[in-house]
């Protein structure tokens, strides 16, 4: 399976780096480290009533992620990252030292991009197509294998789903303490 990944990196570095992506790519996938776009997100939709809770949707969703992914998946896995298979490859970004599967990028911005679908908030198309573009710099950076970013956006949708559900029942319980 490595040796099939691997092949298909190579195929995109082989067809589609080029300098204008070489210079691009790296400052997209920036978006995603540590989540920092996503937070950022979160705490502006947080800091307006119409928007609060999609905030909290993506901040459950979010802090989901961080436990589920990086906590648990990526030491219990503990996947070696693609560019170790081609130590002479030329990284545009700085080596990772944390395990690959699954991506943590492409998990985080799925997690939010999903949790903003489910409270029906219009800022999930364009998250959509950011969270597309991180996910796809990981692989062209050589940092990921397809199958890390495929199952970071599987798991991300997931903990979208579920980081929506978890703040709707946050919700209801602030509500009915409210009332008491």
Known sequence: MV????????????????????????????????????????FVLLAFRKTRRAGLAVGCALLLDLLVCNVCIKPLVDRARPYTYRPDLQLLIPALHDASFPSGHTAASFAAVAALFCRKNRLWIPSLVVACVIAFSRLYLYVHFPTDVLAGAVIGVALGVLGAFCAGRLEAFWRSRRRN
């Open 3 to 42: 040796g099939f990944e691997l092949s298909i990196l190579d195929f995109l570095q082989t067809h589609l780096r080029c300098g204008f992506l070489d210079t691009v790519l790296p400052w997209v996938t920036k978006l995603g480290d540590r989540g920092i776009l996503w937070i950022v997100l979160t």
